[in-house]
């Protein structure tokens, strides 16, 4: 159920929020609970992270707006808040520069795993330096 004025939106316990491959530029914001975010890989699940309070997600298709590459589950009773544009975020950000830093942060935090992540696939990959340089 959504309060449209305040942007609130609450999700039960394993209601998806995002399904991957989907188009929608929304980015999300937990106010209460846990989101899971996973990736599918054949028949399996692969869960990515568990966010909480304060984290967020969905950024990816704010600025891009490509599919959705993850889908994202609640994990009990969930409350989020949502931007739909990219002017959105910037007066959310505006208005709280404290966010922003951390926002800033966890990007690059999430930014540095996915290198590992990358590095360490393509380092089993005969033509590693080819791939990243070319």
Known sequence: MTDRKKRIVDYSDRETII???TFDSSMYIILEGEVEI???KGDKKVVLAVLKEKDFFGEISLFTKIPRSATATARGFVRLTYLK???ELERFLD???KFAIGMVKTLASRL???DELFKKEMSSQPNYANVLYS
Do not use: E, I, Y
């Open 112 to 114: 540095a795993r996915t």
């Open 85 to 87: 544009n990219v002017g």
């Open 38 to 40: 996973s990736l599918k």
């Open 19 to 21: 399904q991957s491959d």
């Open 95 to 97: 208005k709280n520069p």
